[in-house]
């Protein structure tokens, strides 16, 4: 081969291996990182968590707190000194829960009602 011949297709081989080795270091995009993570604007509902309330809410909160936390305790003391499966009533604002004592109290919860037709019996071949 002509010299001439061998130096072009030296060249060509050169250029095709630094073309294919740039195309496979392209770098990555970044990738986003955790939104929960960040420390900054936090936007939607992770918002509500960390806002102050007024003095209004903050004693209107305690005193739901102070309220819950005592129909919690007289329910609680509800199955003290009560037979295992003794039914019990729990008088708590204006509603009277039934249940009963079950190494503590369990209400009972309402029978949804029966609105869906019985399964058609299913004939087989």
């Known amino acids: 081969m002509k010299m001439t011949a061998k130096i072009a297709l030296f060249s ?12 496979q270091s392209m770098t990555q995009p970044p990738k ?20 102050e309330f007024t003095p209004e809410q903050k004693a209107a909160w305690e005193q739901h707190r102070a309220e819950r936390q005592a ?20 008088q708590v604002g204006d509603r009277t829960l039934e249940g009963t004592c079950n190494l503590r109290f369990e209400p009972k919860r ?6 869906a037709p019985a399964p058609a019996a299913v004939q087989a071949k």
């Open 32 to 51: 986003p990182e955790h939104g929960m993570m960040q420390d900054g604007p936090r936007d939607g509902h992770h918002r509500m968590k960390h806002r």
């Open 12 to 23: 060509a081989a050169i250029v095709t291996m630094g073309s294919l080795a740039a195309c």
């Open 110 to 115: 309402p029978q949804p009602p029966v609105n």
């Open 71 to 90: 129909r919690f305790e007289q329910i609680q003391k509800a199955c003290e000194g009560k037979a295992n499966g003794q039914a019990v009533n729990v």
